[in-house]
C-alpha cells in the first residue's frame, strides 16, 4: 500500500511558477514510476509528467520545456516544477505511483489568474 500527499498548489498570475511535491509512504518507493496528472473543470483527467525509476521522464505536449519533474528517492518525493504557467493549466493536480498497482493522491489545486 502507498500513500501520497500533495502540497504546493495554490494561485499564481499568469506567467509565474509553482513547485508541487507528492511525499509517499510505503516501502520501496524506488522502484515506482511516479506520475503528475491534472484534471480540469469538465475535463478528463490526463497526464502531465511521469518519470521511472530509472529516471526517465515523459511529458505531455502541453508542457515540454515548461515543467520538470524529478524525484528524491532518499526522501521519498517526487516534485512538478511549472514555470510559465498559463490560465489553461488550471486544474486539480494529481499525484500517481504505479508499479504492479496504481495510487493517487488526493490532489492539489492549482489556479493561473491575474
Known amino acids: 500500500q502507498v500513500q501520497l500527499v500533495e502540497s504546493g498548489g495554490g494561485l499564481v498570475q499568469p506567467g509565474g511558477s509553482l513547485r508541487l511535491s507528492c511525499a509517499a509512504s510505503?516501502?520501496?518507493?524506488?522502484?515506482?514510476?511516479m506520475g503528475w496528472y491534472r484534471q480540469a473543470p469538465g475535463k478528463q483527467r490526463e497526464l502531465v509528467a511521469e518519470?521511472?525509476?530509472?529516471?526517465?521522464?515523459n511529458y505531455a505536449d502541453s508542457v515540454k520545456g515548461r515543467f520538470t519533474i524529478s524525484r528524491d528517492n532518499a526522501k521519498t518525493t517526487v516534485y512538478l516544477q511549472m514555470n510559465s504557467l498559463k490560465p489553461e493549466d488550471t486544474a486539480v493536480y494529481y499525484c500517481?505511483?504505479?508499479?504492479?498497482?496504481?495510487?493517487w493522491g488526493q490532489g492539489t489545486q492549482v489556479t493561473v489568474s491575474s
Open positions: 500517481s505511483a504505479r508499479f504492479v498497482n496504481f495510487y
Open positions: 518519470i521511472t525509476s530509472a529516471g526517465s521522464t
Open positions: 510505503g516501502r520501496v518507493f524506488s522502484v515506482y514510476t
